[in-house]
């Protein structure tokens, strides 16, 4: 019999961040649920995440929990589990990663459920089997509740059993007297979504040869409970088909599942289609939802009513049974990876999940990382191709347009003559374009054409951005502001401009050249409300504009037939960011834009603007050919010892004063040596550089930014290098005493 709960407490604080042993008392609460504890000289809340007969706690010094605040368990227990792996690997705290799995809005009471009836199975599938073999005759509700029950595997309520079974309330009253059944009153949603329709009968389009071997392929891990699959299929390619006609067979066999895309509010053509196919079996998890929403979305989830989950990163935790598979679309989004605490990467934890529960993974992309591509090239996981955009369509034709010589011949307008010439076309055949403005994070910057002085926030090492309602410059760090510079500051040159020319102003550029073009404009400005991303991507759908003017949102996964040409302005903005994913990032930013052009039976134009032609990334994104620039980039990261060859670890510590930071930094790198000096003897073999210096975002905020960057070499030790690293970094926290601000980050998400 247990006696003890184990618990952990609701405070996200490193001292607390363990089990503590509670005794039962009368009480009986079940693994995963949240209960009320004393705690020093409060009441605090917790997690019950085992109960054990035995404890090394002195009776007397036993307390007993106080009150059960969940009569079913919140957490699963696959997600307790994961918690604890989570607080290992990321070196997170336990009550953060446990937060990450509890019911939106559940913490702290902020909502109130509605509550209702619920029913469970009390006994074994079998032995309810025969119950109801046996109760078939004399009393046929109960056995059709008890075939329900079976059959759903699932927490069920009883006013959905009520409505298929007649009597069903009373029926179930008299199975809990057999003691086969248990009735709960349990928390329940407002029904946002009960009107769902049910159009699970959609028109599904037959697969294509290619999209059938690799629904197969797919298919033949998820029988075998394992298996992770890279699938790269070429932008327009199909891979959206594939994951749905493999979520449909795994909910046909009874199981469940999860998919991943990186931005859901950027996606409602996806949510749609994927709303329509798996109608009420489907649930929404949305980060615009209202608390309640979010709520019974995941409710829905949590009692089986829904089987299949779609959401951005976090969806990864739903807390769905019985999971069969995981798909993560667009796997190279850098939006997969948390970059506040707990810093996880949410493809890291899907592997994990899959690996422990069964399920198969599968990561899709026409552009995948080069690390993950190297894997599949490797054997270390397995490698599905969709060479071809469906229906034997070509990719869209591409030129390259070198700023340089359109403004050696004259062209100072923001397009280039080949954009100009095309854009005209496509109006007049009544065709639909999109605009790709790149730019650096969302600035656009002031720059003197002179003398090549940039406007500079004082407080933060960045250039602050060109805002024109009102006309300010603001940084984006700080919130800092101020007013346009007439003349450049520094020489007194007129010819102070706006570079990297933001959505606004080509907007602006674009009604001069042609007035009678509807122009819708996706930015941060324009979608700031609730709902703003879909109401313009939907009114683009609906033919209400001829051209999309955005950032980086309209690059991923749009899928218009009208749309033949994208323009990308701007191409090498992304290359000049000081980090060494730079020309991976813009290969893939041009490449998926370039995709969106000819997906259906128009064939499709881009043209891609830049001041760098000659850059690989560049002329290989025009090409669309990804083996190749794998290949190429492969070799500039091997020669250089970069990720995937080697692994990097960031120490940022920031301070009020710039010495003060770099002297921690050097510090701290001091202690690091001698550390593992004195603990781990490979160190040297595994140690490829270590370096003290400012970091490129050296000040935000008026703190100095300091950094330490190590690269580790990828061998068999390194993963105990990186335990040794975290540990080091912890005990010199502990021992410094220092003042300002340090964190430490293998894999940084930026390096700036
Ligand atoms: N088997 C098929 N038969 C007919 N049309 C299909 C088939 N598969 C996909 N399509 C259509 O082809 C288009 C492209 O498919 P989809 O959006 O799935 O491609 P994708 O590979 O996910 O694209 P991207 O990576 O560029 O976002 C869609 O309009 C889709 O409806
Ligand atoms: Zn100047
Ligand atoms: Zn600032």
Known sequence: MPKVA?????????????????????????????????????????????????????????????????????????LIDLAFWMQRHYHCLLAEALRLMLPPGLRGERIKPKQALFAALAVGEQAALEL?????????????????????????????????????????????????VVLRQLEVGRGAYQDLKMEAAQVQPQLSAGQAGCADAIMRGVEGHSGVYLLHGVTGSGKTEVYFACLSRVLQEGRTAILLVPEISLTPQMVARFRARFGAQAAVLHSRLSLGERFDEWWRIRTGQAR????????????????????????????????????????EVAARRAQKEGATLVLGSATPSLERYAAARDGRISLLELPERIGGRALPAVQVADMREELARGNRSLFSRALAV??????????????????????????????????????????????????????????????????????????????????????????????????????????????????????FE?????????TQMVTKGLDYPNVTLVGVLAADITLNIPDYRSPERTFQLITQVAGRAGRADLSGQVVIQTYSPEHYAIALAARQDYKAFFEREMRARKACQYPPFAVFARA??????????????????????????QHFPQWEGCCLASHVQMAPLSKIKNEYRAQLLLRIAKNDKMKYALEYLQVAFEQWQAQEKWKGHAYFEINPVNMA
Do not use: W
């Open 6 to 78: 184990q618990v952990i407490v609701d405070i996200a604080h490193s001292q607390v961040d363990r089990v503590f042993d509670y005794a039962l008392g009368a009480l009986c609460p079940v693994p995963g649920s949240r209960v009320k504890v004393p705690f020093g000289r409060t009441q605090t809340e917790g997690y019950v995440v085992a109960l054990a007969s035995e404890t090394q706690v002195p009776q007397d010094k036993l307390r007993p929990i106080t009150a059960i605040l969940d009569d079913a368990p919140v957490i699963a227990p696959a």
């Open 542 to 550: 609906r033919g209400e504009a001829d051209i999309l003017i955005g």
């Open 308 to 347: 299949v989950a779609i959401g951005a990163r976090s969806a990864i935790f739903a807390p769905v049974e019985q999971l069969g598979l995981v798909i993560i679309d667009e796997e190279h989004e850098s939006s997969y990876r948390a970059e506040n605490a707990p810093r996880y990467d949410a493809v």
């Open 652 to 677: 940022l510590c920031s301070a009020g004063q710039q010495d003060e930071a770099m002297r921690a930094a050097k510090g701290l790198q001091k202690f690091i040596a001698r550390y593992m000096q």
């Open 422 to 539: 095309r854009l005209k076309g496509c109006m007049a055949r009544g065709e639909q374009a999109i605009l790709f403005v790149n730019r650096r994070g969302h600035s656009s910057f002031v720059s003197c054409r002179s003398c090549g002085y940039v406007m500079e926030c004082p407080n933060c090492a960045v250039s602050m951005s060109y805002h024109t309602h009102p006309e300010r410059m603001v940084c984006h760090y700080c919130g800092h502001t101020a007013s346009v510079p007439q003349l450049c500051p520094e020489c007194g040159s007129r010819y102070i401009k706006y570079f990297g020319a933001g959505t606004q102003q080509v907007e602006k550029a674009l009604r001069e050249m042609l007035p009678q073009a509807r122009v819708l404009r996706m930015d941060l400005d324009t979608t700031k409300t609730k709902g703003a991303h879909v109401e313009i991507l939907e009114a």
């Open 132 to 180: 109801a073999r046996g109760l078939a005759r004399r009393a046929p509700r109960q056995a059709q509740a008890l075939l329900a029950l079976i059959e759903r595997g699932q927490v069920l309520p009883a006013a959905a059993l009520e409505k298929e079974i007649p009597g069903a309330r009373e029926a179930l009253r008299a199975l809990q007297k057999k003691g086969a």
